[in-house]
Each structure stands twice: as structure tokens, then as C-alpha cells.
């Protein structure tokens, strides 16, 4: 098998993937690559990549003979709202340039994440289906819903074989997160250890699916490990792991730390967690090719205080 390429590997998702792919692939198999360089040395080879040029792009997979990518390269949904037109650019022709890659040159598999941002108002909130409307409220979500599109349409007219995940709110006590709506899902505990207080931006009961990234890194590699055969889906597949609201997370941390309190006060990204699923139906993953999560939220709370009162936070 030729090399695998991660691109946006200093990202939350990104760095985290780097070591599984260290350890799955071996570090002289892994190119990583970002559009600014590593503030630290990293294990392997490192290429800076703005993954809006596509000539450069096809470049690197041509020197390091690349057969796998990983395209993580994306604006998310918080940060999004800020600069729309440029979210859109860089979400859709970070994508399109790598399915123009996979049906031009010798690369076999692209990853390529979506996320729960796919849906919307309409969209059932409960156990959302993996199909049903989709009415997507911001740029970010419009973008992974059109990608999810654009994949499907390359795997059927060209047989690219790309397969997707539709990530819920991501928590990891390695690596910050990026600007998304689910960020104080991490935040809190960094606050909880360092000052005993923090304050939300969104209402006390608005629930969100979450996914601890240990499980996160699991279903991605088990998706792109597993035979074609069983890839059904070529637009996304959801993925679960567990819902909790603010308040219900607050609670779980004073278990461990009871002097602990928190604030609630909704600002702008409010109104794009109202308009998210409160939980996901994930069957068809577990259903296509064994998908299953290991971490539930008292597990997950109790592994992120840990680490983080070992590391400095």
C-alpha cells in the first residue's frame, strides 16, 4: 500500500489521528500536512499544504506516492457564521480538489468528515434517521451537506471510493477544539480544574449528541479499514456516541469536583444548537460495518479529569 496523507493534521481531529496513523500505518507510511507548520516538532514528514490549490495538492501525492488522504481541512460552524463566503470557498474547494485528486491519480480511498451540522430545523430532533429532511441553518452545515453530495456523485459517475462520517460534537483532552458550537464541551473541563467556575453560552437543557475522540478515531479508522463491499453509503454515515446538555455535563463534573459551579448565558451559537438534533440514530453504521462506542458521558468525564489534572491545563 503507498503513503497516507492527512491534511489539516494540526487540527483537533487531526493531531489525534496522526498517532493512530502512526501506529497502524508505521510514521514513514504518514505524511502529514497543514496550511501553517507544526509549533513542535512532529514524529514524521511534515508538508505544508494550502489545500485550496489543487496543483500542489496533486504534486505531494505524486512525491510521496500517496494512497490514502485524509482531508480534515475545514472552517467550522461557529467561526463560519463570522466569515460565510469564505467558509463556503474553503469547505467546498478543499473537497473538490481531493475528488478531483482521487479521479485523476492513483489514490484508492479519501475520508472526507461531515457532521450533524447536516441537518436542521425540519429535520426530526429524536434518534435523527439517516435520512430524512435536511435544511441545514448555517454555512458550515450547507457546505458538508453539498459535500455529502458531491461525494456520493463522485463514488457513482467516477467510483471513487470516499466514505464519510457525520461527526457529532467532538471532546478531547489532547487538543483545542476549532471553533465549532460544541467547543464548551471542552472549555468547561480546562475551566473546572482551573478556576471552579465557567459560563456557557448556551441554555442549562439544550442537548447535543457528543463523542468522546477515542471514539471518534476508532470509527474513522474502522470505516476505512473496512472492505468496500461494506461501504453502502457514499454520502455520510451518522455516527452516535452519547447526548447531554450543559447542565447534565455540569453535574457530572461535580462528581468529581463538587465545588465546581457554572452560568448560563446563550449568545449567538444558541441558535445554531436549537436547530441541531438532541440525538442520532446511528444503526446504519453499526449495521454496515460493526460500528459500536465504548465510552458513555460518566466514563468520558471521569477519563478527561484525569488527564488534564496529569498534563497542565
Known amino acids: 500500500m503507498g503513503k497516507t496523507l492527512v491534511i489539516g493534521a494540526l487540527g483537533q481531529i487531526g493531531s489525534e489521528l496522526l498517532d493512530a496513523l502512526y501506529e497502524l500505518r508505521g510514521v514513514d507510511q504518514v505524511i502529514a500536512s497543514d496550511i501553517r507548520f507544526p509549533s513542535s516538532p512532529i514524529k514524521g514528514t511534515f508538508e505544508k499544504l494550502d489545500i485550496m490549490d489543487r496543483e500542489a495538492l496533486i504534486a505531494l501525492i505524486h512525491?510521496?506516492?500517496i494512497e490514502e488522504v485524509y482531508n480534515l481541512a475545514a472552517i467550522l460552524s461557529a467561526k463560519g457564521e463570522k466569515n460565510p463566503l469564505f467558509a463556503w470557498e474553503l469547505n467546498m474547494t478543499g473537497l473538490i480538489n481531493t475528488l478531483e485528486a482521487a479521479r485523476t491519480t492513483s489514490l484508492s480511498r479519501i475520508f472526507w468528515p461531515s457532521s450533524i451540522a447536516v441537518?436542521?430545523?425540519?429535520?426530526?430532533?429524536?434518534?435523527?434517521?439517516?435520512f430524512c429532511p435536511m435544511d441545514p441553518s448555517t454555512v458550515y452545515g450547507i457546505s458538508k451537506l453539498a459535500g455529502e453530495?458531491?461525494?456520493?456523485?463522485?463514488?457513482?459517475?467516477?467510483?471513487?471510493?470516499v466514505r464519510s462520517l457525520r461527526y457529532p460534537g467532538l471532546i478531547s483532552y489532547?487538543?483545542?477544539p476549532g471553533g465549532g458550537t460544541t467547543d464548551y464541551a471542552v472549555d468547561i473541563f480546562h475551566e473546572a480544574i482551573k478556576h471552579a467556575q465557567y459560563t456557557v453560552y448556551l441554555s442549562a437543557d439544550t442537548s447535543l449528541p457528543m463523542m468522546y475522540m477515542p471514539d471518534a478515531i476508532n470509527a474513522t479508522l474502522s470505516l476505512m479499514e473496512a472492505p468496500v463491499e461494506q461501504i453502502k453509503l457514499r454520502s455520510s454515515y451518522n455516527l452516535a456516541g452519547f447526548s447531554f446538555s450543559p447542565s447534565e455535563l455540569v453535574a457530572?463534573?461535580?462528581q468529581h469536583l463538587p465545588a465546581f459551579t457554572c452560568d448560563y448565558v446563550p449568545d449567538f451559537r444558541q441558535a445554531i444548537a436549537d436547530s441541531w438534533p438532541d440525538s442520532i440514530d446511528d444503526?446504519?453504521?453499526?449495521?454496515d460495518w460493526g460500528w459500536k462506542p465504548t465510552f458513555d458521558l460518566a466514563k468520558m468525564t471521569q477519563d478527561m479529569l484525569a488527564n488534564l489534572k496529569v498534563g497542565t491545563v
Not at 149 to 161: F, P, S
Not at 283 to 287: H, L, V
Open 149 to 161: 453530495r458531491w461525494c456520493e456523485y463522485y463514488a457513482l459517475k467516477y467510483g471513487v471510493d
Open 252 to 254: 457530572e463534573i461535580q
Open 63 to 65: 512525491q510521496h506516492d
Open 119 to 130: 441537518f436542521g430545523p425540519n429535520s426530526p430532533r429524536d434518534m435523527t434517521p439517516q
Open 174 to 176: 489532547k487538543s483545542l
Open 283 to 287: 444503526a446504519r453504521a453499526r449495521e
